[in-house]
């Protein structure tokens, strides 16, 4: 029996220095997220979770961008998710209907707010070449709030407005991803090593890497994905990518929308 | 009484169990696992030296190249240095022993061809300010012509640019794509040679003063990739030692590739592997 240990003791040693080597030993936990509109729930390891100091204490530096973006840290790594907003002729179209709304129940700066929240946009106008130099954009925006308006003429102009967003065709999500792509960070020197679509959770999804062009070096994954019109955005920012990648797929696969 | 004491000691003894596998007879598991271990030991150390997959990069435009990868241990960078662009290995925790291999873009910047051919792609696209930045774009010049041919073709390419430019002016796209092709055709008829354009980047000690007890032999001409090179091999001093350097010319499609390596000697045979694994997938362009 001392004998049969003795011969055992390297094997079973063997065994357990590989389970501690495995990357995905680490203990995981699902946490619930609002990311601009988005309501999502995701797995990830526990040590990418910031933890509060206190339990009153405020949220950390996770949420960023008046919460449109959130940020996983682990050491020098980070993954961030972040909603670059509407990006269909449908998400556009409810943000104004929220607007004329907000309007009609008199409430004409959170209005103001909320259209111009979609007028700076950057995709708005891109994707699909809106004018928004017209005079009922300029009705609509300002409703009232900084001059006199008739009610009639701003109701005609967020028509007029409607009628034109209501005619564009919704983009290809490859079309959205190559406007989205040089305004979250890869830069001049990156180029796309690999790209190909994806159903994440019943969602419209496109998963690409990236890496510089140069060396190769710095390569990360992105996932673009389409939810009630607006883009969510989930990639890789810093960190070694094979010591990300696992936590990242781990991310991506159980990742869940909810409804509002 | 002995022979009854063995015959106990032996029924007391535990039994050796043994099985085969493939033929192979193990006397026990803890046999297995030493063998596993042996061969688990001997793959990690032959593949210590194991060159990494193919890579294939494009710097300047125009030219790929693939290579082989340094193994584990050699850290990836930019290599961006006096006009050249590409990728650099360091050998960590070593004295600052380096694989480097690059582009010299004072030869790519001459070319044409890849803008030439977007013009040709995006003609239909084009209103007339974006039709007349992409040629003047698109024109050669060179301030000091490197041969004949290159003085010779400039001005008929220009020449027919500036009738690609009235063409479209007039409206005549098929006229302006006729010309531009003509262009092409011409701009692909210029070509470098290794001894035309290394003096211009050859390594010597004049341009290295930096290197400590630097000693710089002749040229001499090789092949690689089926291709004349031009090398220079030198010695320098550093952190108590005398480091090998060799740097490695050729020309490509009208494109300079330099090959680099500074470090001891025992390393300069994986410099030599990753050499022999460089291939030039084909390009945007032929000349």
Partial sequence: MRALRKRAAPFVLSVLILSACTPNCARKATIRLVIGMHHVSLRIAEDWIQKRKYRHSKPGKEYLNYGYEYTFHHELARISLADIGPVTPDAYLREIYEARELFRQGQLKKAHTVLWRLYQHSAFGRIHHIQKDTESWRFILDGGLYRTLEAEEVESAYQTVINEVEALDTPKLSRIVEYALPNIGPGVHTEILDQHPIMINGHQGIRLDSWDRISHNQRKSHLFILNQGNLLIIQMVYGNYLEIKPVFDKMVNSLEFHSN | ?287
């Fill in chain 2, 1 to 287: 009484m002995r022979q009854k004491e063995r015959n106990t000691a032996h029924n007391l003894l535990p039994r050796r169990s043994w099985f085969q596998i493939n033929g192979v007879r193990f006397e026990s598991a803890y046999a297995i696992v030493k063998l596993i271990a042996m061969v688990a030991l001997i793959v990690l150390l032959s593949g210590c030296e194991q060159l990494g997959q193919p890579e294939t990069f494009v710097w300047t435009g125009g030219q790929p190249i693939s290579f082989r990868q340094p193994p584990e241990g050699w850290e990836r960078s930019r290599y961006q240095n006096g006009g050249a662009e590409g990728v650099d290995f360091v050998k960590k925790g070593s004295i600052g022993e380096q694989i480097y291999i690059a582009e010299r873009f004072f030869l790519s910047r001459r070319d044409r061809c890849a803008r030439l051919k977007e013009i040709l792609h995006e003609l239909d696209n084009y209103n007339r300010n974006d039709f007349v930045r992409a040629i003047t774009r698109a024109r050669l010049y060179a301030r000091e012509p490197i041969n004949e041919e290159e003085e010779r073709i400039i001005p008929i390419v220009n020449a027919t640019l500036n009738r690609a430019q009235q063409a479209f002016f007039e409206n005549d796209l098929v006229t302006a794509r006729l010309e531009i092709e003509q262009a092409l055709k011409q701009a692909g008829k210029i070509h470098f040679t290794i001894n035309e354009t290394v003096d211009r980047v050859l390594f010597t000690a004049e341009k290295n003063q930096v290197y400590p007890d630097l000693k710089v032999q002749e040229p001499v001409s090789g092949i690689l990739a089926d291709l004349p090179t031009v090398s220079v091999d030198f010695t320098f001093k550093a952190h108590g030692s005398v480091l090998i350097g060799r740097r490695i010319y050729l020309v490509k499609n009208n494109r300079m590739f330099e090959f680099g390596y500074q470090g001891l000697k025992k390393n300069l045979p994986l410099f030599e592997r990753i050499l022999e694994s460089v291939s030039f997938p084909p390009g945007v362009c032929v000349h």
